[in-house]
């Protein structure tokens, strides 16, 4: 693998979900939600890429692919130049096994409480990892390594952290200990899915800043999944990455963190933009979209999906899906971005 080549890979992802009728639907089959509708992305060495987007836009649903947590039903998900299913099913010689593939993609989750054990010290349940990766340590080998990270994450004293059980730590201690269990797997990345959004607003820049601390140590990457566009433009900002804005399972616009909040492309990313007083950016009035409510996933838009609720659309955007265009360091699907295009001629939608 050159280094120019990613670390991750996904090719036009496909994540579709059937939903089931109810007893009384009997007429009915099962809907399609398309969680991820061809998406296509780099993930490079050192990253650090944010997914934003309002609730069910498939930020999360992305994530997990990208790491292998979630199956795609379409396109390709590479990791190190390998197809990761194909190595999965044992289709492929490769050089990597699954094994070393799970071990390289991490999580940490919204909820550490949820994924702690609490019926096990955090000592035993930071040992799991180790176990796995460093089957030949001794146990006073293992407790020396859990007790460091303990206190490089500022768990001090570290052996009467490491002696707790879950219930009898803070939110933040929490989420501390689910983000050195997944670094005691050395990943190569590491996906954190809402990991500050249950933290106080005062824990929340502290752990941001700590993440990337250990980013330069370990040399990992981060997808880091958010529903508010602040905490993306500052973890993203400070780690020399890029937004990723998702609309309705799709990319509406990825690029520079700076460049997405003072220059976003795409009609959508404005709304973002304008929903986030935090960034001290919102004028006063209407928001910059002609409807609130989100299109149904089961049934999205034909042509642009966010032509429905864009203040920019026109009749050009109802049949057809824009590209991605590259503009100025962003990658943006809109038509505006085409100075060509038939969009330009086309009627301005009245309802």
């Not at 996906?191 to 005062?202: F, G, N, P, T």
């Amino acid at each position: 693998m050159s280094g120019d080549d990613p670390l991750i890979s996904l090719e036009n992802v496909e994540v579709h979900f059937e939903n089931q009728p109810g007893l009384l639907e009997f007429d009915e089959g099962p809907e399609t939600v398309r969680a991820v509708d061809g998406v296509s992305l780099d993930i490079q060495e050192n990253d650090v890429v944010s997914l934003v987007g309002e609730s069910g836009c498939g930020k999360t649903t992305l994530g997990k692919t990208a790491i292998g947590l979630q199956r795609p039903t379409g396109g390709s998900v590479r990791y190190r130049g390998h197809d990761i299913w194909d190595v999965r099913d044992g289709k492929v010689d490769a050089d990597v096994t699954w094994d070393d593939i799970r071990t390289s993609l991490q999580i940490i989750h919204q909820d550490p409480g949820s994924s702690l054990n609490p019926n096990r010290r955090i000592v035993s349940i930071l040992s799991v990892p180790l176990k796995q990766v460093h089957p030949h340590l001794s146990r006073s080998e293992r407790q020396e390594r859990i007790y460091a990270l303990l206190e490089r994450v500022g768990m001090t004293p570290a052996p009467d952290f490491a002696d707790r059980y879950p219930h009898q730590l803070s939110g933040g201690e929490k989420q501390r200990v689910a983000l050195c269990r997944a670094l005691l797997m050395n990943p190569d990345a590491i996906l954190a899915d809402e990991a500050i959004s249950a933290l106080d607003v005062s824990l929340r820049v502290e752990m941001m800043d700590l993440m990337l601390e250990l980013q330069e140590e370990f040399n990992t990457s981060y997808i880091f999944i958010s529903h508010d566009l602040s905490n993306a433009r500052y973890f993203t900002s400070h780690g020399d990455g890029r937004i990723g804005v998702m609309y309705l399972g799709q990319m509406a616009e990825i690029g520079p963190a700076e460049d997405m909040i003072n220059d976003p492309h795409h009609p959508y990313t404005n709304v973002l933009r304008w929903a986030t007083p935090d960034l001290s950016l919102r004028e006063a009035g209407e928001p910059p979209m002609r409807k609130i409510d989100i299109p149904d996933p089961v049934n999205p838009p034909s042509g642009c999906r966010f032509h429905t609720r864009c203040p920019e659309a026109r009749e050009a955007c109802r049949t057809e899906n824009p590209p991605a265009y590259r503009s100025n360091g962003q990658r943006v699907s809109c038509f505006r971005e085409d100075d060509d295009h038939e969009y330009w001629s086309s009627p301005e939608l009245t309802d």
